[in-house]
């Protein structure tokens, strides 16, 4: 007979990327691409908590939900900001 081990095993999670990492990744995405939130709030250099507290707000961009995970299609969340900045232009 053997004996079970007691200890569990370490599970090898990848290192966290640094958030210039996760702006270049969305900026290299094709527009088609689903990206994560970490990923856009990088781009956008917001908190991911800033994305969810919009989500749960329902004034944030919209995304897919798939169980647990949030993604947002590139395209859209491109387009979310240019019809976010305002064009009138403030006189002198």
Known sequence: M???SATPKKRNHP???SRIDLAKEFSELPMDALVTSAQYAAFLGVSEAKLDRDRWAGGG???IKHGRNVRYLKRVALE???HRVSTT???A
Do not use: M, S
């Open 80 to 82: 979310h900001i240019q």
């Open 61 to 63: 961009v919209p995304y």
């Open 15 to 17: 290192p966290k990327k």
């Open 2 to 4: 053997t004996a079970i």
């Open 89 to 91: 232009q403030v006189a």
